[in-house]
């Protein structure tokens, strides 16, 4: 009976020991609330080296604490605005999530979430950069291809004379004939 009693009183001890440093924020509490808002100081964003216009670009979205309030209720999906789009961002255990877009018109580029807000013009490469030079280099290949000139093979007639490792040579036949007649 005594060991049940020291028992008990050893693990309340124990007990009241661990809640002593903790604080209880009640969820309904406008504290809990702001803990759970996210702002621009929470994330960070970063780009691929070029973008270019008309193709899909991914935009790498993290979280600089990966275990923040808002990620661990919404089961680590969230939505985004990009340019006027709603996107469900899925994040990994790390707090990195990715969203896409495609530049068309404009180059801005407006992610929205809740307090955190990023605006920025973009610098993207038009995709006519690329196309234009890979289009001008197709049409010299296919030039090349239909007009080829038939003098880049070698044929009987063109070959008359040709020294062989010692004095001989070869002489074709029409020249043998010619030889004969003068």
């Known amino acids: 009976m005594k060991r049940n009693i020291l028992t008990l009183t050893f693990l309340l001890t124990l007990f009241a020991l661990n809640l002593q440093g903790r604080e209880f924020i009640d969820p309904a ?3 809990y609330k702001q803990l759970m808002r996210v702002n621009s100081s929470d994330l960070s964003f970063e780009f691929p ?32 605005i990009v340019n006027g789009d709603d996107q469900v961002v899925h994040f ?8 896409s877009c495609t530049f068309k018109g404009s180059n801005k580029l407006t992610v929205l979430f809740e307090d955190a807000a990023y605006n920025m013009q973009m610098p993207v490469i038009s995709i006519w950069y690329i196309l234009l030079p890979l289009c ?3 049409l010299f290949l296919v030039y090349k291809i239909i007009f080829n000139k038939p003098n880049l093979s070698i044929s009987k007639k063109d070959v008359t004379e040709k020294k062989i490792k ?3 040579r070869i002489v074709s ?7 004969v007649l003068v």
């Open 49 to 80: 080296q070029f973008i270019f216009s008309h193709t899909n670009t991914v935009i790498t979205i993290k979280f600089k604490d990966a275990d923040h309030p808002k990620l661990a209720a919404n089961n680590n999906m969230l939505h985004f």
């Open 92 to 99: 990994d255990k790390s707090g990195v999530g990715t969203v």
């Open 29 to 31: 509490s406008t504290a």
């Open 166 to 168: 010692s004095n001989l």
């Open 136 to 138: 001008g280099l197709l």
């Open 173 to 179: 036949r029409q020249e043998e004939k010619e030889e």
